[in-house]
């Protein structure tokens, strides 16, 4: 058999080094898919700031009944079956509020939290699925969910410190230009000088 050669020549060690690593890896490909289940099961994000105040709550409407019809069908089923049932449906709901959030106000704070409670409910589901595993597979399983939100929310942390860097630079940007036109307005005088500054002022938004 194919996976009988394989194995001739090799010290029981390797073998158990090369089981480590399978079952490692299955483990891993265990967690990916499941994080990619509860991805899908997220509503599409509404564009940034889009939304009227009569969408915002027909929205919410909406994944309110989402929910409940969701977490109606789990009772259908049992044991940690239920319970990750349960889970997916919260991770949906609590996802979609955040989007739809951010899909009404288009605030980069909002936009970060959509980030955020992705990266939480993925694991919320991924930690209820490592309960059909046990001993040790579970504590990798874990280990592993964990990994990911992590690594999730460090990515949102630094997408809202790029996003404060942006403001700061910006912020910056505007104070050159308004040196800038305060420089020119200084070779004006009289009225003129003074409706140049002006104009400056509220261009760059300076009081």
Do not use: W
């Given at each position: 058999?194919?996976?009988?050669?394989?194995?001739?020549g090799?010290?029981?060690?390797?073998?158990?080094?090369?089981?480590?690593?399978?079952?490692?890896?299955n483990?891993?490909?265990?967690?990916?898919a499941?994080?990619?289940?509860a991805?899908?099961?997220?509503?599409?994000?509404?564009?940034?700031?889009?939304?009227?105040?009569?969408?915002?709550?027909?929205g919410?409407?909406r994944?309110?009944t989402?929910?409940t019809?969701?977490?109606t069908?789990?009772?259908a089923?049992?044991?940690?079956?239920k319970?990750?049932?349960?889970?997916?449906?919260?991770a949906?709901?609590?996802?979609?509020?955040?989007?739809?959030?951010?899909?009404?106000?288009?605030?980069?704070?909002d936009?970060?939290?959509?980030?955020?409670v992705?990266?939480e409910?993925?694991?919320?589901?991924?930690?209820?699925k490592?309960?059909?595993?046990?001993?040790?597979?579970?504590?990798?399983?874990?280990?592993?969910?964990?990994?990911?939100?992590?690594?999730?929310?460090?990515?949102?942390?630094?997408?809202?410190?790029i996003?404060?860097a942006?403001?700061?630079?910006?912020?910056?940007?505007?104070?050159?230009?308004?040196?800038?036109?305060?420089?020119?307005?200084?070779?004006?005088?009289?009225?003129a000088?003074?409706?140049?500054?002006?104009?400056?002022?509220?261009?760059l938004g300076?009081?």
């Amino acid at each position: 058999m194919p996976g009988a050669r394989a194995t001739v020549g090799r010290s029981p060690r390797t073998l158990l080094t090369l089981t480590i690593q399978r079952t490692s890896m299955n483990n891993l490909f265990t967690l990916k898919a499941s994080l990619a289940v509860a991805a899908m099961l997220v509503l599409p994000m509404a564009h940034a700031g889009n939304l009227t105040k009569a969408d915002y709550d027909a929205g919410k409407t909406r994944i309110s009944t989402d929910y409940t019809a969701d977490k109606t069908a789990c009772d259908a089923q049992a044991g940690n079956a239920k319970d990750i049932c349960v889970e997916e449906a919260k991770a949906k709901e609590k996802v979609a509020e955040a989007e739809l959030n951010y899909g009404y106000t288009g605030k980069a704070s909002d936009h970060n939290k959509v980030l955020t409670v992705k990266a939480e409910t993925a694991y919320a589901v991924a930690k209820e699925k490592c309960d059909d595993k046990a001993g040790n597979d579970k504590d990798v399983c874990v280990k592993e969910a964990k990994a990911v939100e992590i690594k999730a929310l460090a990515d949102a942390k630094m997408g809202k410190e790029i996003g404060a860097a942006r403001k700061d630079a910006a912020a910056d940007k505007r104070d050159a230009d308004y040196k800038v036109a305060v420089e020119k307005c200084d070779a004006m005088a009289g009225d003129a000088k003074a409706n140049c500054l002006a104009i400056a002022k509220a261009k760059l938004g300076k009081n």
